[in-house]
């Protein structure tokens, strides 16, 4: 709720029961900083199912982006999200669509939406979950790098362990983080893969 610019509020008293107060704005504009807050700890909560599975270690920590920071004469970068959570979905869309050269084309539920919308949009690039109902993000990723070697595919999930690790690698995917690293990380570390990719002239 947070992260979609609302609240959330719980009272109790003895005697009295308990009342649920959720209050959402019919128009919001949450700012990259305020997603950003709620979304880490969101997405720990929602995607605890995952397990350890996926991650991308860094030595040292990697520097947090400075609100509203954008290169200036690039592209937008187009984008398709892929996670069964609406809330994880709203998160990312929150702190990427902060930035003037990100373009949000379209989001997904499960593998099978993502691979027909990267068929539709043909984004630069696929924010992927891994655990998702019916076609994983696994074996999406793997249909898409195959398919549309010209998308690049981030993966992310919760925790930083596990044999999906080398599974979503060999799958295809550019570049693992957790998803609270996301938060802060997301932003930079997709330009650098684009960076990369464009100055090595090859689809992969």
Known sequence: MKAMGGTFEIRSARGHGTSATLSL???????????????GSAAQQVNEKDGPELAHRREGRSPSI?????????????????????????????????????????EASNGEEAVGLVERFRPALVVMDINMPGMNGIEATAQITRIYPETLVIGLSV?????????????????????????????????????????SGSSR
């Not at 004469?73 to 929150?94: F, K």
């Not at 925790?159 to 996301?182: P, S």
């Not at 990380?185 to 464009?198: D, G």
């Open 25 to 39: 704005p019919v128009e919001h504009q949450a700012s990259r900083a305020a997603a950003a807050s709620a979304f």
């Open 66 to 106: 400075v609100q509203g920071e954008t290169p200036s004469g690039t592209q937008p970068i187009r984008v398709l999200l892929v996670d069964d959570h609406a809330m994880v979905r709203e998160g990312l869309r929150s702190v990427l669509e902060s930035y003037d050269d990100v373009e949000i084309v379209g």
């Open 159 to 199: 925790n930083a362990t596990g044999n999906n690790v080398q599974a979503m690698l060999k799958a295809g995917a550019i570049l693992l983080l957790t998803k609270e690293a996301a938060v802060n990380e997301l932003y930079r570390r997709m330009r650098e893969v684009l960076t990369m990719h464009v100055g």
